[in-house]
């Protein structure tokens, strides 16, 4: 509790950071993973293995980008900081624990940007010159990852983690998806839907980890529920795939444990074609 506590009072976050909800996800993302340590253990050593086997592809190893890289628990950021002659941390909040191990390490060639990347702002803006022109398409592709194009010589990026994560903070702004909300899944898998296809135009070596549908399962092993985190969305396929237990039993109901599918997919350019 007090460490949550001092995290809202010592992370450096934006007043939009704070207002959209990223730095009370980004603190309760810390204390759950204090508490499920052991659980996401092999769920984490599952992503930094996919992270290794993208940076063994590399010819050249000058700048990495991670987006949504939050605790920095799915990437091996330690082999990618002695690598890389740059990695750039993009999250919509750093944590002041994960600025300090940066900075206790020593790895003054990593750096932090934090900024909203779902593209919900651009998203907005289309649809308001939709509306204004009275149009049902003004062209032009939302492109939400434009930004790593114009950070110099990125030869990997790894979304981790964030993909069905990206509507989260949006969907709690007023008049998310139009009056009443009714639109809001729609809204969603456009989110996502553009975080993939934004992932496959960059030229760089891209690699994907993503969770793709959940599953709460009773002591008995018996699913009681289930359902798509990524509704709509197509992937190409996956170099790998595993079960992360999310919520053991007791973290979310005494009963029941939450378990996600998670893919790793790599080189997204390459597969969508
Ligand atoms: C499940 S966590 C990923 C964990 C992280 N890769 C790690 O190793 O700890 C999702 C991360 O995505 C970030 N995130 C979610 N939506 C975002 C958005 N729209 N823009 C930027 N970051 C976002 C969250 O702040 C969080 O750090």
């Not at 599952?46 to 700048?63: F, G, N, W, Y």
């Not at 690598?83 to 750096?111: E, I």
């Not at 599953?215 to 790998?240: C, N, Q």
């Not at 992360?244 to 109901?253: G, L, N, Y």
Request: charged share 20%.
């Amino acid at each position: 509790m007090l460490a949550d506590l001092a995290h809202y009072l010592v992370t450096p976050a934006s007043l939009e950071a704070r207002r959209h909800g990223f730095l009370g996800d980004a603190v309760r993302l810390w204390s759950r993973s204090r508490r499920c340590r052991a659980a996401w253990a092999p769920h984490h050593a599952a992503c930094r293995a996919a992270v290794d086997a993208a940076i063994d592809h590399l010819p050249r190893r000058h700048t990495a980008v991670v987006l949504g890289s939050g605790l920095l628990d799915d990437v091996p950021i330690a082999r990618m900081a002695s690598m890389f002659h740059t990695v750039v941390l993009v999250d919509a909040v750093h944590l002041a624990a994960v600025r300090l191990k940066v900075r206790g390490n020593g790895w003054t060639n990593v750096r932090f940007l934090a900024t909203d990347i779902s593209g919900y702002d651009a998203l907005l803006e289309r649809q308001r010159l939709q509306r204004r022109a009275g149009a049902a398409d003004v062209g032009g592709r939302l492109d939400p990852l434009a930004f790593v194009r114009r950070i110099p010589n990125v030869d990997l990026v790894v979304s981790a983690m964030v993909l069905s994560r990206i509507a989260k903070a949006p969907a709690r702004r007023p008049n998310y998806g139009g009056p009443g909300g009714h639109a809001a899944a729609l809204i969603n898998q456009q989110l996502q839907a553009m975080h993939v296809d934004s992932l496959a135009g960059l030229a760089a070596r891209t690699l994907l980890l993503t969770d793709t549908s959940y599953a709460l399962v009773d002591r008995a092993d018996t699913i009681v529920d289930e359902g798509d985190l990524l509704p709509g969305i197509r992937l190409p396929a996956e170099s790998d795939s595993w079960s992360w237990t999310v919520a053991p039993f007791c973290e979310e109901a005494r009963d029941l444990a939450r378990l996600h599918h998670v893919v790793a997919i790599d080189d997204v350019a390459l597969d969508l074609g």
